[in-house]
């Protein structure tokens, strides 16, 4: 019964946003955070206090996602209102007018090399808005960008799903780069064939087939690198992997090496004045060099947007302890006497550093009057609202689904899982690596979250820890695709209303996909 009351909460929010004419997800995740509030009290007995603490957390972790996401609009809509989102289109129609090429060198390389310095679903929230400028349907562009936006997960951020997902285990280096290896690899497999699946959502079999070679070209380009950087290094994969794999295909793509022929003639229009294209690209060049600048912790600016140093500390009474460290990291502690914490890292997120930041100095660039800038933040404030509500109700969700040790509902799914699959676990671990991101919305959380467990059954059951261990870290990416948090994202950042559970409708399908893929090369790697 534990187990039937763990799963019913999630079949309910899944029933809710993909039935016909379902549940928008600004009330059905805070429907489901209720009916999970409702089973802890009711049926697992947990203490109201500390499940009011989680929702008090949840408020203040409601920041980082949503933060992004106004960061994210502010910078689209800046692009639109300067018109140098007019002049991007126009420039690279003129490096080639194939919907393919420009779909794999925005939404895959140029994505690929952005997941590779920052994470946090910023991937989707700056390339989405470009290809939906080039013309294509918003919809179908969520459903691209969520997809392609899997195989350099596990390498976000500067591998932080990896270094970081992982840390609580206690493992040598020498078994996170073993764990690195793997991951990578399978990721190459699965490469081979997602952008595949993520490009059917806009453009037909036969137009896939014609620019075929263009398209694993460009697949290669990035996952070639990717893989052979992993053989020595966890953190720079996805990153390196991306620039090359950028450069590579805007070469390619300018001089028609495997594109259809019949696009290749197509007629182009006046080239984009060089400095022209600069000026409208200054804003998205800016925001990459901040990012990897402050992403690279070999250059010492990550550490100090991370100084955990005291500036600040005082009580909040009841509520709890509030600290303020000189990097302004907030971190609210102690909540109403427990355990429960949350923290916002005010400089760290990329949301003021380098979204809001890059907006305010580009803003005399373009010579926007008053008005303008008026409509920039009048426009993104009221396109916040219903993400911010969704977003704390599937945190609440989330924290809710986590209290109660290791008999919380989280770990309870994922021990049945478990124990139903017996000696066949290899071929369903990446399965529960993506349950952790659909709950959490992140591959490092479902690292942290279900690591300790995919350890334990791995040595209980003589299966190879490192290969376990990959297998989570591959499931916790592709698990992006049906992430809420990045579904209500990109939804949010392109103006989609009510398309959650649909898009969750098409995504699962490329996912189950993507696990197959993972199973075949766990049985390949374990022999």
């Known amino acids: 019964m534990s187990l039937f009351f763990s799963i019913a909460p999630i079949v309910l929010l899944i029933w809710m946003m993909t039935k016909r004419n379902g549940v928008p997800s600004y009330l059905a995740l805070p429907l489901t955070a209720a009916a999970v509030y409702a089973v802890q009290l009711l049926w697992f007995d947990s203490l109201p206090r500390l499940l009011h603490a989680n929702i008090i957390t949840a408020l203040v972790s409601v920041f980082t996602p949503i933060t992004i996401i106004a960061g994210a609009i502010l910078l689209n809509k ?32 140029f994505a690929f090399m952005i997941e590779g310095a920052s994470g946090f679903g910023t991937p989707a929230a700056i390339a989405a808005p470009i290809l939906v400028g080039l013309g294509f349907n918003p919809l179908r562009v969520a459903l691209l960008t969520l997809v392609m936006n899997s195989v350099p997960v596990s390498f976000g951020a500067v591998g932080t799903p990896t270094w970081f997902g992982f840390a609580n285990l206690g493992l040598p280096d020498a078994s996170l780069l073993e764990i690195g290896r793997q991951t990578a690899l399978i990721h190459f497999v699965a490469g081979f064939i997602i952008p595949l699946l993520a490009l059917r959502f806009i453009v037909s079999w036969q137009d896939i087939r014609r620019n075929l070679a263009f398209i694993l070209l460009s697949v290669l380009s990035c996952t ?17 992997g991306g620039a090359i794999g950028l450069t590579l295909s805007v070469l390619l793509a300018r001089a028609r090496i495997g594109l259809a022929r019949g696009e290749n003639g197509a007629a182009r229009g006046q080239p984009v004045p ?20 402050t992403r690279i912790h070999q250059l010492g600016i990550k550490a100090l947007l991370n100084s955990t140093a005291p500036l600040w500390q005082g009580k909040l009474g009841w ?7 000189d990097a302004l990291i907030v971190e609210l502690q102690q909540v109403l006497g427990t355990s429960a914490a949350a923290s916002y890292k005010t400089l760290y997120v990329p949301a003021l550093i380098p979204f809001l930041l890059v907006v305010l100095l580009c803003i005399p660039l373009f010579r926007l009057n008053r008005g303008q800038v008026k409509q920039l933040f009048s426009e993104t404030g009221g396109r916040i609202g219903k993400p911010f509500v969704a977003l704390f109700g599937a945190l609440v969700m989330v924290n809710l689904m986590m209290q109660g040790g290791d008999s919380a509902p989280v770990i309870l799914i994922g021990k049945a899982l478990a124990a139903l699959t017996g000696e066949s676990w290899l071929l369903f671990s990446s399965f529960l690596g ?38 989570q870290s591959v499931g916790g990416a592709m698990g992006n695709m049906v992430c809420l948090n990045n579904i209500i994202a990109v939804c949010s950042i392109l103006g989609i209303g009510n398309a959650e559970g649909k898009i969750i409708r098409k995504t699962v399908l490329p996912m189950l996909a993507y696990g197959g893929i993972a199973a075949v090369m766990a049985q390949i790697l374990a022999f």
């Open 78 to 109: 800046l692009m639109q209102i300067s018109g140098a989102e007019n002049v991007v289109r126009r420039w690279l129609e003129n490096i080639s007018p194939n919907p393919v090429a420009q779909l794999m060198i925005i939404g895959w390389a």
């Open 224 to 240: 070639a690198p990717y893989l052979l950087l992993a053989q020595v290094n966890y953190e720079f994969p996805a990153l390196v």
């Open 274 to 293: 060089l400095l022209q294209v600069v000026k409208a690209m200054t804003p998205t060049l800016l925001l990459i060099a901040i990012l990897i600048v």
């Open 319 to 325: 509520l709890g302890e509030l600290r303020v460290s």
């Open 434 to 471: 993506a349950l952790g991101s659909f709950f959490s919305g992140s591959n490092t959380v479902s690292n942290l979250t279900f690591g300790g467990i995919q350890q334990s059954i791995a040595l209980s059951g003589g299966l190879n820890v490192n290969l376990t261990l990959a297998l």
